[in-house]
């Protein structure tokens, strides 16, 4: 049995030196050793970390071991469809072999490790057994006390296990199992925590292995440049990738030191791979922004529509690969127009006998998901009324046939995406405020959010000349402490986060969008 550490001090100091943010599951790990410390006995907590790939959730488990001083064993369960896998087969059989969680105990070593469960949303079902339903009792609190192998064939105690899972997608996972399981979210990083991991982590172990001096602007550049994912695994490829480019030409003698610049970046790594969408030229009739996010992070899209002279029968038309809730939100959308045409101030013979085509870009790309329609009515109003939309601002909610704007999910990578195209101002559910929370401080200090209960509220906010009835939460710039006189002058100086992903914006837009289920 381990010796667990309940020096919440190094604990803390032993977390923030292998991962940069990632507060809250610090936070929860911190918890737990405070109440360790008061108890002394206490059950391990089933954690189940969810998050995009390359985002730290395998990594943070060994940083969890070595701050608890216990034991790490990980276990891979992508793939896994056997029951047998997970409680091990009879002695009956030639070749009987322990379950992989008593086979991970022995390699452990201890009674009370960290077992990490990777990959848990990736458990396949077959003929032999659902490994799953397996699962549900090594990791129930209640029942793991006395969980029975089938090639042991007697009760092993899990229950002094600190068990954390790790998945990719949360609705993947058997709702039993999740139930058993304690959440925690892990969202894409900003650009700033992307500067900062790779300050601290990934240009310092490239720099051992080949050679490199490191600077700001050369890394902020591979970061916007070449790199686009919620995590950073393709960031350090791409730093590696330099790196080894450099050693080639000291090696070869053409060079012997290079300091690192966006010249040299562009010049060694080639053109840019990633073009993000970027903020619209100019304010536009019939094109609204919207958000919209995926498991690799957030973006914005653009939703166009136009009013054509029909056959007199009032055609639909809705294009753009989009999945059944964006096309009942296009509807909605269209009858909320006819229906309350005065209130928008639009003509009632507006959209009689006309065809209404609403297209999202880019076609290729598979869309769905209900946080889209009050960017598609939006546009419609626009298109109707012959209003520009303005184009610094984007949106997010989903519209009833009442005008409601309903909360939506994503709202964070959502708002990272829009900051990201260069937009400024952003038009979200007013449920959705608690959400707000979440918002890193270095975004909050470049966005204006703009809090909608009804259309009008959207509408008022979004067009040209319009004067906005919505609930607005401006910029709030964080207070930087002076630097200290004595040694920690320059720590000081480390600290403030603002400049270092450029200067901030003008205030402008944000934009919405429902590319993926909420």
């Not at 409680?87 to 072999?97: C, M, Q």
């Amino acid at each position: 049995k381990s010796r667990i550490s309940r020096d919440i001090v190094k604990a803390e100091r032993i977390l923030d030196e292998d991962h940069y943010g990632l507060d809250k599951v610090k936070e929860r790990i911190v918890e737990y050793l405070a109440v360790q410390q008061r108890t002394r006995k206490m059950k391990g907590p089933i954690l189940c970390l969810v998050g995009a790939p390359g985002v730290g959730k395998t990594s943070l488990g060994k940083s969890i071991a070595r701050a608890t001083g216990r034991n790490f064993v990980r276990m891979s369960l992508g793939g896994v469809r056997d029951e047998a896998e997970i409680r091990g087969h009879r002695r009956t059989y030639i070749g009987a072999l322990p379950g992989r969680i008593i086979q991970g105990m022995r390699q452990a070593k201890t009674k009370n490790p960290v077992f990490l469960l990777d990959e848990v949303d990736k458990l396949g079902v077959s003929f032999q057994g659902d490994p799953s339903s397996a699962l549900l009792e090594v990791l129930d609190p209640a029942q793991n006390s006395s969980f029975v192998d089938h090639y042991l064939g007697i009760p092993f105690d899990l229950s002094e296990v600190l068990f954390i899972a790790t998945a990719n997608y949360l609705d993947r996972i058997p709702g039993p199992l999740l139930d058993r399981m304690e959440r925690v979210d892990f969202a894409g990083y900003t650009e700033l925590e992307k500067l900062q991991i790779a300050k601290k982590y990934l240009v310092p172990r490239q720099r051992r292995e080949n050679s490199l001096t490191e600077e700001d602007d050369a890394v902020l550049s591979v970061v916007q440049s070449y790199t686009r994912e919620s995590g950073v695994r393709q960031l350090e490829r791409e730093v590696g990738r330099f790196a080894r480019k450099v050693a080639r030409q000291i090696a070869g003698g053409k060079v012997e030191k290079i300091n690192a610049s966006k010249s040299d970046v562009r010049e060694l790594l080639g053109r840019p791979r990633v073009h993000p969408e970027r903020i619209a030229d100019e304010d536009t009739v019939g094109v609204a922004t919207g958000m919209f996010y995926t498991p690799m992070g957030g973006d914005i899209m653009f939703v166009e529509t136009s009013i054509m002279p029909g056959d007199g029968k009032g055609g639909f038309i809705l294009t753009g690969q989009l999945g059944d809730v964006m096309k009942e939100s296009g509807r909605a959308a269209l009858s909320f127009a006819k229906a309350h045409w005065k209130q928008l101030g639009i003509e009632e013979d507006s959209l009689r006998g006309r065809d209404v085509h609403i297209h999202v870009p880019a076609g290729a790309i598979p869309k769905d998901g209900p946080s889209a329609g009050i960017t598609m009515a939006t546009a419609l109003v626009s298109a109707v009324s012959g209003r520009k939309i303005r184009r610094e601002v984007s949106m997010t909610g989903e519209l009833t046939l009442t005008g409601r704007v309903l909360p939506i999910g994503g709202l964070k990578e959502k708002v990272l995406g829009a900051v990201r195209a260069g937009i400024t101002e952003v038009i979200l559910p007013i449920d959705n405020e608690a959400d707000l929370e979440d918002i890193p401080d270095e975004v909050r200090e470049r966005i204006t959010f703009h809090l909608a209960e009804t259309l009008d509220d959207v509408i008022s906010t979004a067009l040209v000349g319009g004067i906005s009835t919505a609930k607005t939460i401006l910029p709030t710039p964080t207070v930087k402490k002076k630097p200290a006189r004595k040694k920690k002058a320059s720590s000081a100086s480390k600290a403030s986060p603002t400049n270092v992903a450029g200067p901030a914006r003008k205030a402008g837009s944000a934009r919405t969008a429902g590319s993926t289920p909420n």
